[in-house]
């Protein structure tokens, strides 16, 4: 019963998209194990283009289920949006979603607004999609689950709780707050946009194991990389909840898990989006970020972009249990001229495995030399001019891990596999 776990070696927004699209032909479920509204996977293929926030990157096999599980938090809106969007564009879904999983509510993402705005200059860089919000209800005991959206009386009760308990926080906090939705009215409006998938809530532990003892292949999908982990990464400029591949199992509905493969994705260069460090930040950014469109897929905010960093990757893959590395985007470094690869810190963090936040770091580089081939249709490591297959060698020799599949360019085509 093979399974596949795909996960970021980095801060998120490495490619994780196109590495489950490319392997999702092959799976039987495509499953999404942790997060929400707030991710943005770039798929491309022959259906088109598509940026998907809640669904998984593997939809468009459609022989496999979809499955968002129970350690997702479910904007029911949204989805709901995002469904007609792909199946209009002639798609076939067959989703189930968690009874387990917790609801995000509107009111959750004003929440999350009215707390980075309170914050200023001190924001955490949210995306505002009020995952944070939902998950912090859940950890309190007041969170909405998904399964009660098919018991309309218990969740009326349960609105009615929660509503009793986070609005008089909400106003003496937030000055501007307004909400005049009654229990009854925000229950009522939860049913109305859930309608379109409420049909395929389950318990969907059970299709899992179904398909786990037919000798199905699952494929397993997180959002954001080993750098925004609640416990490991750069706190507190982290996502909120986990997005290591251990976890997989857990939010997927499967907590016995045990992956046949882990996959760490990782871009040829760094970027990172939202609030934090990025060690390696070039100094100009500009003309490479809009060479590589590197702005985020849910705000569309420009990410920082930099060199590759060897320790942080390293660390990120280390984190997630990799056992190969995906490495992404290697189309973008043809003609960088100032080509080097971060191989360690100055300071105490040289040698230190935690992930490094406490100081201002100083990277060590180490260059190489560059490559001016256009290697979009290069279908084989060794179709590669010498220069990119050395960084990529360089880039191995560093993670100790082996990197198998190369991707040059968006399209599912254009992969190369070790």
Same mark, same amino acid.
């Given at each position: 019963? #093979?399974?596949?776990?795909?996960?970021?070696?980095?801060?998120?927004?490495?490619?994780? *998209?196109?590495?489950?699209?490319?392997?999702?032909?092959?799976?039987?479920? !495509?499953?999404?194990?942790?997060?929400?509204?707030?991710?943005?996977?770039?798929?491309?293929?022959?259906?088109?283009?598509?940026?998907?926030?809640?669904?998984?990157?593997?939809?468009?096999?459609?022989?496999?289920?979809?499955?968002?599980?129970?350690?997702?938090?479910?904007?029911?809106?949204?989805?709901?949006?995002?469904?007609?969007?792909?199946?209009?564009?002639?798609?076939?879904?067959?989703?189930?979603?968690?009874? %387990?999983?917790?609801? +995000?509510?509107?009111?959750? /993402?004003?929440?999350?607004?009215?707390?980075?705005? &309170?914050?200023?200059?001190?924001?955490?860089?949210?995306? %505002?999609?009020? =995952?944070? #919000?939902?998950?912090?209800?859940?950890?309190?005991?007041?969170?909405?689950? $998904?399964?009660?959206?098919?018991?309309?009386?218990?969740?009326?009760?349960?609105?009615?709780?929660?509503?009793?308990?986070?609005?008089?926080?909400?106003?003496?906090?937030?000055?501007?707050?307004?909400?005049?939705?009654?229990?009854?009215?925000?229950?009522?409006?939860?049913?109305?946009? !859930?309608?379109?998938?409420?049909?395929?809530?389950?318990?969907?532990?059970?299709?899992?194991?179904?398909?786990?003892?037919?000798? @199905?292949?699952?494929?397993?999908?997180?959002?954001?990389?080993?750098?925004?982990?609640?416990?490991?990464?750069?706190?507190?400029?982290?996502?909120?909840?986990?997005?290591? /591949?251990?976890?997989?199992?857990?939010?997927?509905?499967?907590?016995?898990?045990?992956?046949? %493969? =882990?996959?760490?994705?990782?871009?040829?260069?760094?970027?990172?989006?939202?609030? *934090?460090?990025?060690?390696?930040?070039?100094?100009?950014?500009?003309?490479? %970020?809009?060479?590589?469109?590197?702005?985020?897929?849910?705000?569309? &905010?420009?990410?920082?972009?930099?060199?590759?960093?060897?320790?942080?990757?390293?660390?990120?893959?280390?984190?997630?249990?990799?056992?190969?590395?995906?490495?992404?985007?290697?189309?973008?470094?043809?003609?960088?001229?100032?080509?080097?690869? +971060?191989?360690?810190?100055?300071?105490?963090?040289?040698?230190?495995?935690?992930?490094?936040?406490?100081?201002?770091?100083?990277? $060590?580089?180490?260059?190489?030399? +560059?490559?001016?081939?256009?290697?979009?249709?290069? &279908?084989?490591?060794?179709?590669?001019? @010498?220069?990119?297959?050395?960084?990529?060698?360089?880039?191995?020799?560093?993670?100790?891990?082996?990197? @198998?599949?190369?991707?040059?360019?968006?399209? &599912?085509?254009?992969?190369?596999?070790?």
């Amino acid at each position: 019963m #093979p399974s596949i776990v795909v996960v970021g070696a980095n801060w998120g927004d490495e490619g994780k *998209g196109r590495i489950v699209d490319y392997l999702a032909g092959d799976a039987s479920a !495509s499953i999404r194990f942790q997060g929400g509204n707030n991710a943005g996977h770039t798929v491309v293929n022959r259906f088109g283009s598509y940026k998907l926030h809640q669904l998984p990157s593997g939809i468009f096999n459609s022989d496999s289920i979809a499955v968002l599980g129970p350690g997702m938090v479910i904007s029911p809106g949204p989805l709901a949006a995002e469904l007609t969007a792909v199946t209009e564009a002639g798609l076939n879904i067959q989703l189930v979603v968690s009874d %387990r999983a917790t609801l +995000c509510l509107p009111l959750h /993402a004003l929440e999350d607004s009215l707390e980075e705005e &309170r914050l200023g200059a001190r924001a955490y860089g949210s995306t %505002r999609q009020g =995952i944070a #919000p939902a998950y912090g209800d859940r950890v309190m005991k007041k969170g909405i689950m $998904v399964g009660w959206l098919n018991e309309p009386k218990v969740l009326l009760e349960r609105i009615r709780f929660l509503l009793e308990w986070k609005l008089p926080q909400m106003r003496a906090l937030y000055s501007e707050f307004q909400f005049k939705q009654t229990a009854e009215q925000l229950t009522a409006e939860l049913l109305e946009l !859930s309608a379109p998938w409420q049909t395929s809530i389950c318990n969907v532990t059970e299709p899992l194991q179904s398909l786990q003892q037919q000798g @199905k292949t699952l494929l397993f999908e997180a959002q954001l990389g080993a750098g925004r982990d609640l416990l490991y990464g750069e706190y507190p400029w982290t996502t909120s909840s986990h997005v290591t /591949a251990a976890y997989a199992g857990i939010g997927s509905g499967l907590p016995a898990l045990r992956p046949d %493969r =882990i996959i760490a994705v990782a871009k040829a260069f760094s970027s990172s989006v939202g609030t *934090g460090t990025l060690p390696t930040a070039m100094d100009q950014q500009q003309s490479f %970020r809009e060479q590589t469109k590197e702005y985020g897929a849910v705000t569309g &905010r420009p990410r920082d972009v930099g060199y590759f960093d060897a320790v942080a990757t390293r660390n990120g893959a280390e984190l997630q249990a990799a056992t190969e590395i995906a490495l992404t985007k290697l189309d973008c470094l043809s003609g960088m001229q100032d080509l080097k690869i +971060c191989v360690a810190y100055e300071g105490h963090h040289k040698d230190n495995a935690i992930w490094p936040q406490t100081e201002t770091l100083k990277p $060590v580089y180490e260059h190489l030399d +560059c490559w001016y081939e256009d290697i979009t249709d290069c &279908r084989t490591f060794m179709s590669l001019p @010498k220069a990119a297959q050395n960084y990529v060698l360089r880039i191995e020799a560093l993670m100790n891990i082996p990197i @198998k599949m190369i991707s040059v360019g968006p399209e &599912r085509e254009q992969m190369i596999i070790r």
